[in-house]
């Protein structure tokens, strides 16, 4: 809810931003006409790029550690071929992955200073789940090395952004985490939390327990 809401927040910033814009672009007099639609355009503009910076926002989770983020089950489909489900709180999503060992990144947000004291929680995103065989000539010609878990809506990535600027650290820190290869087999299901150490994988079920004992 935290990262739902601060999107609302900056979705209305923008509303109210276009608001600002129409006006200026729709009244006033021939003579500052030039300047007052230059102004307003620029300001529309702005108003817009709010928005995306809200929608990418939005995509973001609070980040509980100690507590599952995210779960991922295996199912074959064909030799060295599965359907992941991929689990993350109330959202479910089925994607292909090809190869032997799979990898997970994600994108994590760390408040500091007086954000932390008003509340303010870690966020995080999934970036994306990759598949590896073990066989270098079958990596090669990999057809499905990837799959994109996250999306910025029109090139607009905040978390990027924050990485780039000298700023942002003073009250955010934009950090990216991995949880390294670990083997995929039929019917392997794992979770994934955040430690204090890292992200930390963990065999559900006896599938996976196997799987991690055959590697």
Known sequence: MQYL????VVALLALITALVALRL????HWLLGWLRGTFGMLVLTLGGLIGLIAWDVRTYQPLVQGKPLVSLSFQADGQQRYQVKVEEGNQIRFVTLEGDLWQLD???LHWKGLATL???EPGFRLEKLSGRYLAVEQQDQARRPRVELGQSLAGIDFWAWLQDC?????????QP???SY????????????MAPTGLLAKPVNAAAEQAMKDW
């Open 166 to 174: 000298q700023c942002a650290p003073l009250i955010l820190e934009a």
């Open 25 to 28: 672009l729709l009244s006033g």
């Open 106 to 108: 994600l994108r994590a």
């Open 118 to 120: 008003i509340g303010l």
């Open 177 to 179: 985490h991995r949880v």
């Open 5 to 8: 809401g601060l999107a609302v």
């Open 182 to 193: 670990l083997p995929i087999a039929d019917g392997a299901e794992y979770t994934v939390e």
